[in-house]
């Protein structure tokens, strides 16, 4: 066959420098809050002691936030009930890491590792078997109806939650850390906890775990193909509501995942645990960009480093430094940082 | 469309379709010929669009029969239609911006791998997707995403085509890449249903025509008819197709 088109020479037009920054600067934002930190502070211990504790926080929030943001991005579901996924997980983690508590308090690491890998698979199956249900019979019947969505899965969430008090009791449950894990290392005259390393670890391997299947498998082409414009993605032969429901499960996983690691965090637990965090959660997703996996990962990053450092130099001011960042932001850039452009 | 009915691919039977409140297909009949091109022409906002979603399942039909090949699709969901043979150009292109040229062909072969001599077609037909592979799709001329979005339904082997308004908004040299690219898969014996506002690019690729007024079409004949009588068009249209095009 000869050629069809006529010979021209198609190009770019060569994008501004500023354009690219502009473009770039979302990315840039976490190093440079990084660096004012470090100017802020002064001390470089403190400064690299907070800024650990920072990106643990920020990635924990990441592992909760990633689930909601293409829940929404996907089917424009707003999920109110993914704060119960985070208490659910945390309940069935930790009562899993008691059920192992010869293992979790030997002065093993590998010992250590195991059981709160086991303890995190149990709780991601048990959430992700909860989303599943949770979808079926909560979030179907409401699909396009952005209102009834909050009233149902709000209802959702405080039944769960009563749930968890009748399984567990009303009470707080104080754990420790397996053995290996509590305590700190000493770098560069900077305490370090051993578990916010673990924390960053996780939230840095999960992060490019998914990155690397958005990018490099069908599913992953799907999900982001399918944010962008659902109904494009039909008619090409996909079934949306299909990968949507394994998305929700997955990301109800995630919910739990974060609701373990969060308690861990925080050595104790209670039933609105995940209540409480979904307005970080929601900060992250709001100011990443509704879809975006990425923009709730920098987002996630900037909201733990911020209330570190803030809390450091500002106690008072502690509070509302979230609230301040996702306004500034907003004001910015008001679809968020990385914003996935619907096409709907 | 009585010249039509030997071998129609597709087959709509007073079909209806509401959109929200308004109802916009008023009793629908369609024949679209196996291996040829058909043509649907009309003034803006008569329904041709909508007849291509509810062809797509894109709009729920209410009232009608939409026969494809031989079976009733009319609840048939979309993925279901596309996985029948059907595939869709819409009239906004419908390109994912967010991932490359190759990710958006990747995405469109949907039973499998894009295979080489595919490609390599689709590269004759597509200079440009060639050269920018691997770049963005949301970094695309308007004419360049156009060619990915007809590009996609050429990713596999389908029976019909659904093409919204694929020269609407290009620039001429781009207009006639894609008359071209069109007259080739029209070649290859696909049979295609288009709507085209341009009536030069109409008349030279279209087989048969159908003119739609208010939600229903009101004739269906062969384009060298339509082409060849001023006064149906003006009759039909409001206006000659010599003078638009």
Known sequence: ??????????????????????????????????????????????????????????????????????????????????????SVGAFVGVSTLFGLSHWAGAPSLTLNLIAI??????????????????????????????????????????????????????????LTRPEMLKGSITFWGAALEKYRLLAVAIGLILFVAMRLTFRRTKIGLIVRAGVENGEMVEALGY?????????????????????????????????????????????????????????????????????????????????????????????WRPQGMMPVVKAK | MSNQTSDAILKLQNVHTDIAQYHILHGVDLCVERGAVTMLLGRNGVGKTTTLRSIM?????????????????????????????????????????????????????????????????????????????????????????????IARTMAEERKLYLIDEPTKGLAPAIVSTMAAALKELKNQGASILMVEQNFAVAKAIGDYAAVMEDGRITWSGTMQELASDTTLQEQLMGLSMEASA
Do not use: C
């Not at chain 1, 199956?125 to 009233?151: C, N, S």
């Open chain 1, 117 to 174: 890998l086991l303890a995190v698979l149990a709780a991601m199956a048990v959430t992700g078997l909860l989303g599943w249900a949770f979808e079926r019979i909560i979030v179907k019947p409401v699909y396009g109806a952005h209102l009834k969505q909050i009233l149902v899965t709000v209802g959702g969430l405080i039944v769960i939650e009563q749930m968890i008090h009748v399984i567990w009791g009303p009470e707080e449950i104080f």
């Open chain 2, 57 to 149: 399942g894109l709009w729920t039909t209410h009232t009608g029969d939409i026969t494809f090949d031989g079976a009733n699709i009319t609840a048939t969901p979309t993925p279901a239609r596309a996985r029948a043979g059907i595939g869709f150009v819409p009239e906004d292109m419908g390109i994912f911006t967010d991932l490359t040229v190759e990710e958006n062909m990747t995405l469109a072969a949907a039973s499998g791998p894009l295979s080489p001599a595919r490609r390599d077609w689709i590269f004759t037909a597509f200079p440009p997707l060639k050269t920018f592979w691997t770049a963005e799709a949301g970094n695309l001329s308007g004419g360049q995403k156009q060619m990915l979005s």
């Open chain 1, 239 to 331: 079934r949306l509501r299909i990968v949507f429901v394994g998305v929700f499960v997955a990301g109800s996983a995630l919910a739990g995942l974060g609701g373990v690691m969060w308690g861990l965090y925080q050595e104790v637990i209670t039933a609105g645990m995940g209540e409480e965090m979904m307005i970080l959660v929601f900060i992250v997703v709001i100011i990443g960009g509704l879809g975006s996996v990425e923009g709730a990962f920098i987002g996630a990053l900037l909201v733990g480093l911020l209330q570190n450092y803030i809390a450091f130099l500002e106690p008072k001011l502690a509070l509302v430094s979230n609230i301040g960042l996702m306004t500034a932001i907003l004001m």
């Open chain 1, 1 to 86: 066959m000869t050629t069809l088109a006529p010979d021209h020479k198609p190009t770019f037009a060569s994008v501004p420098l500023s354009e690219r920054f502009a473009a770039a600067l979302p990315v840039l934002l976490v190093p440079i809050l990084v660096v004012l930190g470090f100017l802020a502070i002064g001390n470089p211990s403190s400064w690299l002691t907070l800024t650990v504790s920072g990106l643990a926080m920020g990635m924990m929030i990441f592992v909760m936030a990633s689930g909601l943001t293409l829940v929404f991005g996907l089917m424009d579901v707003i999920n109110f009930g993914h704060g119960a996924f985070i």
